[in-house]
C-alpha cells in the first residue's frame, strides 16, 4: 500500500466525522502523516475541529492552523435522495469554493488537493466500461452539484494541484443506512425473513471504502494526477441480487425479497459498471478487497453492534 508521499506531511481532510473520513484519516495517520480533521458542528471525531463549510473566516483561520500541504476535501451531503436542494448546492458548490478560497489566500494545500465528485454525473447510462470521456448528463440534483462543483474547482488551477475524482459505488464497515448494502447487511444480522427493495436486477460496480482511500492517498502522492478526472471504479459489475445471495451463503439465512414499487426507479439502467484504466494507469493496481469480503466485515461489524445493545 503506497504512502501519500515519501516523508511525513500535513494533511486537512474535511468530512473527518464520516463514514469515507474515518477510514481515510486512520490509513493517512498510519502512514504517518499528520492529520488535521475538520468536521460539522455536533459530529463525534476525536482530534478534529468543528468548522461551518458555509463560513469563510472559519475556514480560513482553520487552514491557517492547519497549514496542510494535501488535502483531501470529503465534506459533502453525499445522499442523492436529500431533500433540501438548496442546502445540496450550498455545502457542495458553496463549501467547496469557502475551502479552495481559503486555501489559495492563505498560501496551503500546494502539494495536492483531491475533490471527491461521483459517477452519477454520467447520468442514467447503461454502460460496461463507462470512462471519462463519456457525456455527462447528471439527472439529480446530487449530481448536478457535484458536476458544478468540478467546474468551479478549474478556476483555480492556476494555483492549486486540482485532482478530481469520481467514485462509483462503494460501501464497507461504518456506512449506515439509508444506503442500500448497509440495509440489507441489517437484515441478515438480524435474521428478518423478509426485505423490501427495489431492482434488485440491476448491476452497479462497487468498491471497498478501503480501497477508495487507498486511491485516495495514492492519487496525492501522483504528480501526473494534478489537474485530472479519474473515475474510481472496480470495472466490474454485481447485481444487486447478488449480494443478497452472498449474504445467504455467509449465514445460511434465507431472507426473501419483497419488492416494494416506491423503491423501483423509471428508467433505471440496468447496467452501469465503469471503467478504472486511466486511475490504474496513474497509481498502479487498485488494493484488492473482494465484494464477499466487504459484507462479511459489515455483517460481523452490525452483529457486534447488537450484541452490544
Given at each position: 500500500m503506497s504512502t501519500v508521499a515519501s516523508r511525513t506531511e500535513r494533511v486537512l481532510v474535511t468530512g473527518a466525522g464520516g463514514f469515507t473520513g474515518r477510514h481515510l484519516c486512520a490509513l493517512l495517520r498510519a502512514q504517518g502523516h499528520?492529520?488535521?480533521?475538520?468536521?460539522?458542528?455536533?459530529t463525534d471525531a476525536p482530534g478534529a475541529a468543528a468548522v461551518d463549510l458555509l463560513d469563510a473566516e472559519g475556514m480560513a483561520a482553520a487552514v491557517r492552523a492547519a497549514a496542510p500541504d494535501r488535502v483531501v476535501h470529503l465534506a459533502a451531503i453525499a445522499f442523492?435522495?436529500?431533500?433540501?436542494?438548496?442546502?445540496?448546492?450550498?455545502?457542495?458548490?458553496?463549501?467547496?469554493l469557502t475551502l479552495l478560497e481559503a486555501l489559495a489566500r492563505e498560501g496551503h494545500g500546494r502539494g495536492g488537493v483531491l475533490l471527491p465528485?461521483?459517477?452519477?454525473?454520467?447520468?442514467?447510462?447503461?454502460?460496461d466500461a463507462l470512462d471519462e470521456r463519456a457525456p455527462v448528463a447528471p439527472a439529480t440534483h446530487y449530481a448536478v452539484s457535484k458536476l458544478?462543483?468540478?467546474?468551479?474547482?478549474?478556476?483555480?488551477?492556476?494555483?492549486?494541484?486540482?485532482?478530481?475524482?469520481?467514485?462509483?459505488?462503494?460501501?464497507?464497515?461504518?456506512?449506515?443506512?439509508?444506503?442500500?448494502?448497509?440495509?440489507?447487511?441489517?437484515?441478515?444480522?438480524?435474521?428478518?425473513?423478509?426485505?423490501?427493495?427495489?431492482?434488485?436486477d440491476v448491476v452497479r460496480d462497487f468498491l471497498d471504502v478501503r480501497t477508495v482511500v487507498d486511491a485516495y492517498a495514492r492519487l496525492l502522492a501522483a504528480p501526473a494526477a494534478a489537474g485530472q478526472t479519474f473515475n474510481l471504479c472496480s470495472g466490474r459489475g454485481v447485481a444487486i441480487r447478488d449480494i443478497v445471495a452472498t449474504l445467504e451463503a455467509v449465514t445460511g439465512h434465507r431472507l426473501a425479497i419483497r419488492v416494494n414499487p416506491q423503491f423501483v426507479r423509471p428508467g433505471e439502467p440496468r447496467r452501469i459498471v465503469g471503467s478504472p484504466a486511466r486511475l490504474v494507469g496513474t497509481i498502479g493496481d487498485l488494493l484488492p478487497i473482494p465484494l464477499a469480503t466487504t459484507l462479511v466485515d459489515m455483517l460481523e461489524e452490525a452483529e457486534s453492534g447488537r450484541r452490544a445493545t
Open positions: 499528520e492529520v488535521f480533521g475538520l468536521t460539522e458542528r455536533g442523492p435522495g436529500h431533500r433540501d436542494a438548496a442546502a445540496v448546492y450550498r455545502v457542495n458548490v458553496i463549501g467547496t465528485s461521483t459517477g452519477t454525473v454520467y447520468g442514467s447510462v447503461e454502460s458544478a462543483m468540478e467546474h468551479m474547482a478549474r478556476l483555480y488551477a492556476a494555483t492549486l494541484p486540482v485532482v478530481v475524482v469520481r467514485p462509483f459505488n462503494y460501501t464497507g464497515p461504518g456506512q449506515r443506512e439509508p444506503y442500500l448494502v448497509p440495509k440489507i447487511v441489517r437484515h441478515f444480522a438480524e435474521r428478518a425473513d423478509v426485505v423490501e427493495l427495489g431492482n434488485v
